[in-house]
């Protein structure tokens, strides 16, 4: 078993290069089950979690050119020809809960699809309703046998008004891939605006698909019968580059990503100004440096786009568990996340949960300790405080990580931490 091994207290100089956007992927590449065309799809991380919705997606009878070389290809071009399995079983579905991505398109593509119902996680129940509902409303059956959600359509979709009682970023991706064949008009109210829906979006059109309202509140979809062949390049991973420039803030020093853009990060820039840490924007990338070696707390919201996301929690509060006052931390999106403040707690943080809010107050040292990784976000919040924290600290179950890091060992490895993968 490996662990990840950190002595903290070596400020991060250097480059990291952000790699493509883990979520807006899986949508990306859940879309080529829409079609008979290939569809070239490049930048797509190198995770577990991408190589294991391609092996999903293999499945399902997609060729999927460079997965024996995944490690090693930018390029995967995936070609849903023929559709052999309609079936994500639970053993699959388990190890990943964005599986329930191939839903909408194998539903609107085949008229019939069973996919296991996800369950809850670690952060919180995570139902699915909105996506059922929604989809019914296009005109699918739906029941649920056995842990089983079996969708059927055989006359195909029919567009309809559809208005999320919530903002859904996994609802807002299926019922938009669906729509895109369903007949006629759809118009979905409330949808999320994440960036990784945009990108999605952007890439649907490029397959031919007729969308309005990317980036707002309400799209609206003309269904076509048919799409084409199309190529598409992931955009950068807001929550990698995030959780980077945390790192800077409570590690020090000054790290450049290249490949960051400001314009999806705004918001978030606005917090790491105001506790401490500067950015210059580049045409390439974007550099943090520290202001001081003081950080001011902050309070802050998790909201959907474009407010604090949720992703960038846990890593704000290993920050917040350093700055030279009192934050208050507000989880708005998922009712149970904050598994990691237990384990920052046992590193000397001095952190009071109630309900939904955390209340940390900065401590002036963080010392290492034996820490549990209990989910991916969790996790890197667990290595930045260890980056910063007096001694070793050593994490566990870092197979939560790798679900959304690429090479986040070598990548602070290069900007001089002291990190390893240890074998145990
Ligand atoms: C996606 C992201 C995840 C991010 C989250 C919120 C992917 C693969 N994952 O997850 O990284 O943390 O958005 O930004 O893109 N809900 C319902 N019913 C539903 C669907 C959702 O009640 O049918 C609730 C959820 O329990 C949660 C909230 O809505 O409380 C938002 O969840 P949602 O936006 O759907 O998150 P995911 O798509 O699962």
């Known amino acids: 078993m490996e662990k990840i091994s950190i002595k903290g207290g070596k400020p991060l100089f250097g480059q990291v290069k952000i790699s493509g956007s883990k979520n807006s992927s899986l949508a990306i590449l859940a879309s080529c089950l829409l079609t008979d065309k290939k569809i070239s799809i490049y930048g797509v991380p190198k995770l577990t979690d991408t190589f294991f919705f391609l092996e999903l997606l293999s499945s399902f009878g997609v060729k999927v050119e460079g997965l024996k070389n995944f490690k090693n290809v930018d390029k995967f071009v995936l070609s849903a020809k023929k559709i052999t399995n309609f079936n994500a079983p639970y053993n699959l579905v388990k190890k990943m809960r964005a599986s329930i991505l191939v839903l909408g398109p194998l539903l609107a593509r085949t008229g019939k699809a069973t996919v296991s119902l996800p369950g809850g996680c670690s952060i919180g129940l995570r139902p699915v309703d909105i996506h059922l509902k929604s989809l019914e409303k296009l005109g699918a059956r739906i029941s649920i046998e056995k842990g089983y959600i079996n969708a059927v359509a055989p006359k195909g979709l029919r567009g309809n008004k559809i208005i999320f009682p919530k903002v859904s970023v996994g609802a807002t ?97 606005n917090i790491l100004e105001s506790i401490g840490v500067e ?35 846990a890593q704000l509060m290993a920050v917040m568990s350093m700055s030279n006052g009192t934050s208050v931390i507000t989880e708005n999106i998922f009712e149970n996340r904050f598994m990691h403040a237990p384990e920052l707690i046992r590193m000397g943080a001095k952190i009071k949960l109630k309900g939904n809010l955390a209340i940390v107050e900065g401590v002036k040292k963080l010392k290492g300790a034996e820490v549990m990784a209990t989910d991916l976000r969790a996790s890197v919040s667990l290595v930045l405080a260890g980056l910063a924290a007096e001694g070793t600290t050593n994490i566990d179950r870092i197979y939560h990580i790798d679900r959304g890091y690429q090479d986040i060992v070598k990548k602070l490895q290069i900007c001089g931490a002291n990190i390893n993968r240890i074998e145990v």
């Open 173 to 269: 991706v299926n019922v938009l891939m669906a729509s895109v064949l369903a007949k006629g008009t759809t118009e979905i109210y409330n949808v999320a605006k994440e960036p990784e829906i945009e990108d999605l979006g952007l890439c649907l059109k490029s397959m031919g698909a007729k969308i309005d309202g990317l980036g707002t509140s309400k799209i609206t979809v003309d269904g076509v019968s048919k799409l084409k062949e199309t190529s598409h390049r992931v955009m950068f991973d807001r929550i990698e580059a995030g959780t980077y420039a945390l790192a800077v803030a409570i590690a020090g020093g000054e790290i450049e990503l290249i490949g960051a853009k400001k314009k999806l990060l705004t918001f978030f820039l």
């Open 279 to 313: 950015y210059i924007v580049t045409d390439k990338s974007i550099i943090f440096k520290k202001r001081s070696n003081s950080l001011n707390p902050v309070d802050i919201i998790t909201e959907p786009y474009p407010g604090f996301p949720t992703d960038l929690q």
